[in-house]
């Protein structure tokens, strides 16, 4: 059976809900389960069925968005290999991150929540694999073997540099009243990585389909991490 238990219960897929919208609304450190159960309409004692803690309850809340973020990127990799060239991913990566707000927050340097999600080792080892730094520092060696990008320039100086460009990138696109009229963002961004990036000649379809199959597996291997996260965070175990 799944460990996203929401899947088989109505009541835990309120409260998760509840919780969501009571954390952004107000921070970690103020909500209270009283509060998540009767925004969920259930007693507190049900929240408690499922999740030991407030703070199980929005590690796993957490979890769960990291993990809709990268099934996401995978789907699309998998589907089409082609996905994993630097200016395609970049977009991608950044406009897929914008669509989940607790990620957002702890970007914004939410104490409460970044002090939540670091209070274990192997935690804090697994949520940092998937900071924009540590996704740059994975994925730009695998580009790099299969010629995806340029080997004129140190590898982490471009590990730098890109890793800047998705910062800044997604920083702006957060808020989209900065955006002059008439400039598409995506493509911008896209064009931004190819100059900094990509080699002067294309790779072969058999490279970027090496790449594609590499960076797969680390996905899933991070995937693997968030599902077991989530079902330690849970008290009925799966």
Do not use: N
Request: glycine share 6%; charged share 25%; net charge neutral.
């Amino acid at each position: 059976m799944s460990q996203l238990i929401e899947r088989h219960s109505r009541k835990a897929a309120r409260i998760l809900d509840s919780a969501r919208e009571l954390v952004l609304d107000h921070g970690v450190h103020k909500v209270t389960v009283s509060e998540i159960a009767r925004a969920a309409g259930v007693g507190k004692g049900t929240v408690y069925l499922y999740w030991p803690a407030k703070e199980d309850l929005i590690l796993g809340l957490f979890a769960r968005e990291l993990l809709a973020f990268l099934d996401e990127i995978t789907t699309r990799v998998s589907a089409d290999p082609a996905t994993v060239l630097p200016h395609r991913l970049a977009p991608l990566l950044v406009r897929t991150g914008l669509k989940f707000p607790l990620a957002r927050r702890v970007q914004s340097g939410d104490a409460d929540l970044l002090r939540l999600l670091t209070q274990q080792a192997g935690d804090r080892e697994l949520f940092a694999r998937t900071t924009p730094s540590a996704l740059c520092e994975a994925g730009m060696p695998i580009h790099h073997r299969h010629g995806l990008i340029r080997h004129d320039r140190p590898l982490p100086e471009l590990t730098y540099a890109v890793h800047a460009v998705l910062t800044g990138f997604g920083a702006a696109l957060s808020d989209p009243a900065t955006a002059a009229l008439g400039v598409d963002p995506d493509q911008v961004l896209a064009d931004t990585v190819a100059r900094l990036l990509e080699p002067p000649v294309a790779p072969s379809d058999s490279a970027v389909a090496a790449a594609a199959d590499e960076a797969l597996v680390f996905l899933r291997q991070i995937r693997k991490g968030m599902l077991d996260l989530i079902e330690r965070s849970q008290t009925l175990q799966r």
